[in-house]
């Protein structure tokens, strides 16, 4: 069946680090494929998104490249800030259906 | 503005006190859906609706019934609450399929049933 995992967090970082979570996923067919993020006491937003292979989606600083030959979409940001502190979900939607399969989230706390 | 709206966004209730959680979403989206957020288990989805009065199982339905008797609102109902329903729970309204495709999420509501 389809699914998604990423990689165990926490991921704690300093200020202006670099940042990679990685996300990969299993799916039939040609899934789109989403990032996004859970600030404290929030309900999830939409991050950035690749609808095809090779297609790179980008936001706030924030970019990921949907590879498919190894069926990943690693989110990464060349420096981090304290606002980026969050949880973030890799999630798929597969063919015509409306559902979101997420991964389990990771959580990132970036320190001054 | 644009916007899911729920509530409400924290209850604790006891073990049988049947209860509603409302949704309700202002952008005329067609479809709408409920999930449950656990730690170590991401986002699971509960019960889904494509339109009105059409409604279907998500992956965890057990123990939950919603409706869909207006476009706007999507109420989850929970008859007999059980401890293991203590969760995190999200709705969330979409356009449908598409490259445009996103789904806007309510804020939460954190449920404890003791």
């Known amino acids: 069946g389809n699914s998604v995992t990423q990689m165990e967090g926490p991921v704690t970082l300093s200020e202006e680090a670099f940042l990679t979570i990685n996300c990969t996923y299993t799916?039939?067919?040609?899934?789109?494929l989403f990032w996004y993020v859970q600030y404290p006491g929030e309900g999830l937003q939409l991050l950035l998104k690749a609808t095809k292979a090779d297609d790179k989606g980008s936001n706030k600083g924030f970019e990921a490249t949907y590879r498919k030959e190894t069926t990943s979409f690693h989110l990464e940001k060349g420096s981090v800030q304290v606002s980026d502190s969050a949880v973030y979900f890799c999630?798929?939607?597969?063919?015509?259906?409306?559902?979101?399969?997420f991964g389990a989230g990771t959580r990132l706390a970036v320190h001054p | 503005e644009a916007q899911v709206t729920q509530n409400p966004r924290y209850l604790i209730t006891v073990t049988g006190k049947k209860l509603t959680v409302t949704c309700s979403q202002n952008?005329?989206?067609?479809?709408m859906s409920w999930y449950r957020q656990d730690p170590g288990l991401g986002l699971r989805q509960i019960y889904y609706?494509?339109?009105?009065?059409?409604?279907d199982k998500g992956d965890v339905p057990e123990g939950y019934k919603v409706s869909r008797k207006e476009k706007r609102n999507f109420p989850l109902i929970l008859e007999s609450p059980s401890p293991n329903q203590t969760s995190l729970y999200f709705c969330a309204s979409g356009t449908s399929g598409g490259l445009n495709y996103e789904q806007y999420f309510g804020p939460g509501t954190r449920l404890t049933v003791t």
């Open positions: 609706s494509m339109n009105v009065e059409v409604t």
């Open positions: 999630a798929l939607k597969t063919g015509g259906y409306n559902k979101l399969i």
């Open positions: 799916a039939t067919g040609y899934p789109s």
């Open positions: 952008m005329n989206h067609e479809y």
